[in-house]
């Protein structure tokens, strides 16, 4: 009988990119996977180790799985991914639980890492996170009807705050006939969202073509048959030009649903934290945008007690989210990471951070409640995504909703399908989620 294995999948859309790779090597190796995680041999932690509530995510993983391994429920933890990329053996000196370690250049070696662990030796692969992104086949475990796919590793960008080109390695883009071709292969499985992912896919092309050629990959994968919706992920607004608002604003399958973070909107601080553009190039890009593209839906990232963040900036970036009433916001309280500028720079204390954070979620909240008043009596577009049998409904999302970072719509009727679109007239709100029922005319 081949040893089960089973895999945890931790921090963003990109990650999970790699987590489904490294399930098809794995099953094409003949490893048996599975998702019940009480009844496997072996598992595996893909982690994030971008910010401190990533790695206690992590961690925490770690420790709670280490104790099934202690009952001898489990056989061996192999960790893989962010954390260990960033701290390398730290992490076995400090977590007697974890058999191996593979670092983020080195996904594609998990077969032979396995093999090793099953031979009792405790494997570390660093493989060069600045290497050609290798092209490997997955496994998709995204909900129905949708999938994302990754179109560039690493980051350029450099922000003060952020590890990630360390962790990653620098921008590299993959080939576009490589990208249409594993969009086409969604497409025949039956995928009907394509969500595209990057650090920051408005760079895409740079590297390989000497230009940015985001425009044409959308293009190329607007053609598709089968594909209903392409949604765009991690857009820098300082790349946004008019030829790619012309593009997104013309092409019927992208969805209105842009997300852009910006992480603050005082013009020192975005100075100081390395990012380029000022506060009103980013009110004006948003002006913009709204103007060009009718029925957009924005999402954005915020980020409180950043250094340099007194009250009257605080009050800015209040004001600006009241003004600009974007959509959808991830806030965060500032992380500050080792090895970063940011951490070596004076900046709010943490409690401080925390408090301006829950500030703006409940700002965010007001926006999002009247955004979804401004729904109810619409009939929406709604790619189902199954049953809730506690709460006796279908679900879904529309094209104002990503997953996991959004809300979903819940309604009633007959003839939903997962991973198929269905109309649903909207009726009410439910703790931010929508609500309604299939519409009659579907």
Known sequence: ????????????????????????????????????????????????????????????????????????????????????????????????????????????????VLKAVERGETPERYGDINAKVEETDRVITSGEGWAYIKIAEGCDNRCAYCVIPSIRGKFRSRPMENIVREAKELADMGVKELIVVAQDITRYGMDLYGERRLSALIRELAKIDGLRWIRLHYLYPELIDDELIDCIASESKVVKYLDIPIQHINSAILKRMNRRGSGDDIRALFKKLRERIPGLVLRTSIITGLPGEGEAEFDELCAFLREAKIERAGVFPFSPEEGTPAAEMEYPDKETAEHRAQLLVDLQSEIIDEFNASRLGKTIEVLCEGFDSFGECWYGRSAADSPDVDGKVFFTGKGAVPGEFISVHVTDVLDGDLTGEIADNT
Do not use: H
């Not at 490893?31 to 961690?59: P, V, W």
């Not at 730290?90 to 639980?97: A, F, G, S």
């Open 1 to 112: 009988m081949a040893n089960r294995v089973g895999m945890v999948s931790l921090g963003c859309a990109k990650n999970t990119v790699n987590s489904e790779q490294m399930l098809w090597l794995l099953n094409e190796a003949g490893y048996e996977i599975t998702g019940d995680l009480s009844e496997i041999d072996y598992l595996i932690i893909n982690t994030c180790g971008f910010i401190e509530s990533a790695k206690t995510e992590a961690i925490n993983n770690i420790l709670e799985f280490g104790k099934l391994k202690k009952e001898g429920r489990l056989k061996k933890i192999i960790v893989t991914g962010c954390l260990p990329e960033r701290y390398k053996s730290e992490v076995l000196k400090e977590m007697p639980e974890v058999d191996a370690l593979v670092g983020c250049g080195s996904f594609s070696e998990i077969v032979d």
